[in-house]
């Protein structure tokens, strides 16, 4: 790297399932599988892993280890951070193992080091993952609320209190106009009575259990505001779902630029956190000239918290490029400024890295650089992602 040539790895090879224990229900995949054949081979045995990020289609195993992936049936299934119980790293120094125990008192989990590291520690060689039964029951549904704080005040009881479904999501007002919450159904002309934001709510499962939690989840929906507008927005969504990062080169050639950012903070930072993010990008980007439209979702819910997801689509200007930097670069000041991570699940690597090094601090800086010292003497792996280089 430092005399500006640089190799890259290709995994694709490492393509196989190579243990699978139904008894613990954990599988051991290789890094190199992509998404659907990770899926595809599972399904013979009758499992998933229930993770299915808009990157799906050509994302591998090991690229959602190294990223801490989210799929968007989170709130069910949870993150992919979270179905790792062991993992492999190939290093310059040696082989890392992880993961003797699901859940083990000896020492600091080695496992959260390499979750995340973006191939600046190593190269993730195997993974393995919690896999549960290839669901009977999927079923999607739409439903409605007046505004998105009182969305997200119900995504938050679901959340907190249960029952809680497979695939949870809102949009903003300004996202369900436009029909970005259905890629598929984008610029179609809406009723007066569709405004407001629009909830996808999805229940994957036995009969039982999917029943009992659609049933519940409705009760709490319809306490809190919520009107149901029947299953074919959430089918609709479902069908969508892979298709909205191809709009953008579409847009693109329009003339248009359409870009993309995410974060995430607990519930009572959510509202401010929100109204930061959406002026610093409307501000910027209205002071540049070419006004936005800007569109947020909360695609991931915790117990304690949520993601917020913008789109933001605008005029090109002059140099598109520099043009999406000073807006991103605002709206990265106002997440921190407002409390919110640099990331939720796109990850650090170059883009986010100076404000990821503010977000960790100095002295976590050091020990990340410490790790990478004995892991990576030589600086070979991923230079500039993750950490400076030196």
Request: aromatic share 6%; glycine share 12%; net charge negative.
């Amino acid at each position: 790297g430092r005399d500006g040539t640089f190799v890259a790895l290709d995994l694709r090879r490492m393509n196989r399932l190579l243990d699978l224990d139904e008894v613990s229900r954990t599988a051991t995949l290789q890094a190199g599988l992509r998404a659907p054949e990770a899926e595809a081979l599972l399904a013979e045995h009758g499992c998933t892993l229930g993770h299915f990020p808009q990157s799906y289609e050509w994302a591998t195993v090991g690229g959602f280890a190294a990223t801490r992936s989210s799929g968007q049936a989170s709130a069910g299934y949870g993150r992919f951070d979270e179905m790792v119980l062991g993992l492999t790293l190939a290093t310059p120094e040696g082989t890392l193992d992880t993961g003797r125990a699901p859940r083990s008192a000896a020492g600091p989990d080695l496992r959260q080091l390499v979750l995340g590291s973006e191939g600046a520690f190593g190269v993730i060689t195997s993974v393995t993952v919690r896999v549960r039964p290839v669901p009977k029951v999927r079923r999607y549904e739409g439903w409605r609320f007046a505004s998105f704080d009182e969305g997200a005040a119900a995504l938050r009881r679901l959340a907190q209190d249960g029952p809680r479904p497979t695939v949870l999501r809102l949009s903003d007002e300004t996202e369900t106009l436009v029909g970005l919450a259905q890629p598929d159904a984008i610029g179609a002309s809406l009723a007066r009575q569709d405004a407001g934001c629009l909830a996808v709510v999805g229940f994957e499962g036995s009969e039982e259990d999917t029943a009992h939690r659609q049933g519940g989840a409705a009760a709490v929906l319809r306490e809190s505001g919520g009107t149901f507008a029947g299953d074919e927005p959430g089918e609709r969504w479902a069908r969508g779902r892979y298709s909205a990062p191809y709009l953008r080169d579409s847009l693109l050639d329009a003339g248009a630029l359409a870009e993309t950012l995410e974060t995430a903070t607990y519930w009572s930072r959510l509202p401010a956190l929100y109204t930061a993010v959406r002026d610093a990008l409307t501000g910027t980007l209205t002071g540049a000239g070419t006004p936005p439209l800007v569109m947020c979702h909360i695609s991931h819910v915790y117990e304690n918290g949520a993601s917020l997801y913008f789109t933001v689509v605008s005029a090109q200007g002059d140099d598109a490029l520099a043009h999406w930097t000073r807006a991103k670069h605002a709206a990265n000041e106002a997440i921190l400024a407002a409390g919110g991570t640099i990331t939720h699940h796109h990850g650090v690597g170059t883009d986010h890295r100076d404000w990821y090094v503010r977000e960790a601090g100095p002295l976590g800086v050091q020990a990340l650089r410490a790790v990478k010292r004995s892991l990576d003497p030589a600086g070979l792996l991923s230079p500039g992602v993750l950490l400076p280089g030196d």
